[in-house]
């Protein structure tokens, strides 16, 4: 069984994935200039501003006429009326500064919007990463088993290996099958998902082959990204609302206030025009009763809404660092024990010298492969909790 150390270096063979030339980051960008959802919230975003434009304007202007005749002497009368109806000053500086919030507002929830989509299609190159390594994981493997096979099968015609072994390693390599199948399945999965991101199929195919490597990122302490906490959309947002509410709310008592209305009226009668003005004040006894109280109750739930986000916020970048510390220090411990290991060497040698069986071999050397994919999904966990933190991260 000599040909068995050569089986080594088939086992030992690190995880390798082919070269693009193509970063982790460039790529992200090209999902995201390809998403077309992204490009259907923009026209809507856009649209939300447009029609804040007109939110402190004026009434339009009114425009009335009127002609009367008679049968007898007095003769025919025309009226024409140009009116401005407005209210109290000061209810549209409130109302320019809420337009002026809620369109920056808008922007960012847009914001918010290219974030989020951006920390999606990092977990959905993260997720091809880990796989296409899984695949390698597995791929090595099977070759491992298949060399054995073969070796086991000749050996078997000479008798210096029993057919249960044979059969042994025919199971296993059934076993490998089925897990290579499952995760082909699950490549396929992810494929279709980067194909729903980005609307086109064809072009998730060509993304996921050109997939490297994770990007290269380091996790800072907790302090850092707090840092960065109030400056994202979700809570800057909030606070921002929190302040229109407040302007409507100013906006309501002022309409307590009589509104007034001007215009020009022109009349013609036996011949005779006449020319004058109009003025009018409509007192709100009536239509404003309770508004101004709903407003400023509106804004004080607006206000604990905004607290509310700051600390629901703060508490998910607790819980997503602590998610990526922990990731990050069970890596490092599989990759300092599994690196290099000379377990997969040394098994072959004791199969080799016949210091344990082929069912030995097979049950260590699975646990050994168990033990790459374990640390491979920890390394994958620990990009999903990264590309969560993105959003506080320094350098974004």
Known sequence: MKSIRTIA????????????GESFDSL????????????????????????????????????????MWSSGEPGNKTDITVSQSMEWPGVY?????????????????????????????????????YLNKCRQVMVNRMECIDSLLDIATKGALR?????????????????????????????????SAI???????????DIYNAIEDYPAEMLHPLAIYSDKLDETPEVEQSRILAEASRARSEAERRRSLPSLTAGYHFAREEGTPFHGFVAGLSIPVFSTRGKSEA????????????????????????SIHASAMQFKTQYESYHKVLTDSPTPRLLLRALEGGQISMMVYLIESASHTDAILRMLEIQYRYQQAMAQLARYNPGN
Do not use: W
């Not at 919230?41 to 009114?62: G, I, N, V």
């Open 9 to 20: 270096l088939i086992v030992a063979s690190t995880v390798v994935l082919h070269a693009s």
């Open 28 to 67: 992200v960008d090209r999902m995201i200039a390809l998403n077309p959802g992204l490009r259907s919230e923009a026209y809507a975003y856009a649209a939300q501003r447009e029609s804040l434009r007109s939110a402190a304007m004026l009434p339009d202007p009114e425009i009335e006429g009127g002609y």
């Open 93 to 129: 500086s409130a109302m320019r500064r809420e337009a002026r919030l809620q369109s920056k507002a808008t922007n960012l929830s847009e914001q918010a919007t290219i974030i989020s989509a951006r920390e999606n299609a990092r977990i959905l190159l993260a997720e091809g990463v």
């Open 159 to 191: 008798n210096e290996i029993t057919l249960l072994d044979v059969e042994k390693l025919k199971l296993e390599r059934l076993e490998v099958l089925a897990r290579q199948t499952e995760i082909n399945t699950q490549a396929t999965q992810c494929i």
């Open 195 to 205: 194909g729903a991101f980005i609307g086109s199929i064809e072009n998730a195919k």
């Open 295 to 318: 407003a400023r109750l509106e804004s004080m739930a607006a206000e604990a809404r905004a607290e509310q986000q700051a600390i629901e916020q703060r508490l998910l970048l607790e």
